[in-house]
């Protein structure tokens, strides 16, 4: 014969245990709700950084020119237009359709007088992302031979203006460089040829300009 109250127990142990899994479902449903809210906010979040990045970074989206010398060697030659090397790297994501003029003036003296970019000839070049072109920046007249063999000994200074327009944009430098004179090889050494000091910028406001 049944002990009065264990069919009661019974029932109620039955409903604790459906309580319990009806529990455990939800928490389950609650979990991956949770986590899926999380990773959709995960997502949004990365895909916000990324549109930030890309307008924070001009060239994500457009190319993006500088102007820089390829090397600081000087080899000048009396009677003959004196040459600095130049290199136009395009930094940006898409092809930049470039139009480019440059000059070269040497100065015995500092001068405040830049030189103009009115009569100097246009090189029209389109430099692939991530490609560079290489460009010579000439003297409007040649040295004289006096003049060469001061550039030789590091007597005066050398004034750079390059100017690219681009796609809507433009670069523009203006650079003054000391120069540091040649200097003879010992036995076994070789010369060492005049070169380019650091440079500083032109007095004019955009002498150092890139949009």
Same mark, same amino acid.
């Given at each position: 014969?049944?002990?009065?109250?264990?069919?009661?127990?019974?029932?109620?142990?039955?409903?604790?245990?459906?309580?319990?899994?009806?529990?455990?479902?939800?928490?389950?449903?609650?979990?991956?709700?949770?986590?899926?809210?999380?990773?959709?906010?995960?997502?949004?979040?990365?895909?916000?950084?990324?549109?930030?990045?890309?307008?924070?970074?001009?060239?994500?989206?457009?190319?993006?020119?500088?102007?820089?010398?390829?090397?600081?060697?000087?080899? /000048?030659?009396? $009677? *003959? !237009?004196? +040459?600095? #090397?130049?290199?136009? @790297?395009?930094?940006? =994501?898409?092809?930049?359709?470039?139009?480019?003029?440059?000059?070269?003036?040497?100065?015995?003296?500092?001068?405040?007088?830049?030189?103009?970019?009115?009569?100097?000839?246009?090189?029209?070049?389109?430099?692939?992302?991530?490609?560079?072109?290489?460009?010579?920046?000439?003297?409007?007249?040649?040295?004289?031979?006096?003049?060469?063999?001061?550039?030789?000994?590091?007597?005066?200074?050398?004034?750079?203006?390059?100017?690219?327009?681009?796609?809507?944009?433009?670069?523009?430098?203006?650079?003054?460089? /000391?120069?540091? $004179? *040649? !200097?003879? +090889?010992? #036995?076994?050494?070789? @010369?060492?040829?005049? =070169?380019?000091?650091?440079?500083?910028?032109?007095?004019?406001?955009?002498?150092?300009?890139?949009?």
């Amino acid at each position: 014969m049944p002990r009065p109250g264990c069919a009661g127990n019974h029932g109620a142990k039955s409903r604790l245990m459906e309580l319990s899994k009806l529990a455990a479902a939800f928490a389950s449903l609650i979990a991956i709700w949770t986590g899926g809210c999380a990773r959709d906010e995960q997502d949004h979040a990365r895909e916000h950084m990324h549109h930030v990045a890309a307008e924070q970074d001009p060239s994500a989206s457009r190319p993006y020119v500088a102007v820089s010398l390829a090397e600081l060697e000087l080899h /000048p030659v009396g $009677g *003959a !237009k004196f +040459g600095l #090397p130049l290199n136009i @790297p395009n930094l940006g =994501q898409m092809p930049a359709d470039t139009h480019i003029r440059c000059v070269v003036k040497y100065s015995a003296t500092q001068d405040s007088t830049m030189p103009g970019l009115d009569n100097v000839a246009e090189e029209h070049r389109v430099i692939p992302p991530g490609a560079s072109e290489s460009i010579t920046a000439f003297s409007q007249e040649p040295i004289t031979p006096a003049q060469a063999d001061d550039i030789q000994r590091g007597r005066g200074w050398i004034y750079l203006v390059a100017e690219v327009s681009y796609n809507g944009h433009a670069a523009r430098v203006c650079q003054e460089f /000391p120069i540091i $004179g *040649a !200097k003879a +090889g010992g #036995p076994y050494d070789k @010369p060492a040829p005049a =070169q380019l000091a650091r440079y500083s910028l032109c007095g004019e406001p955009r002498s150092n300009y890139f949009d």
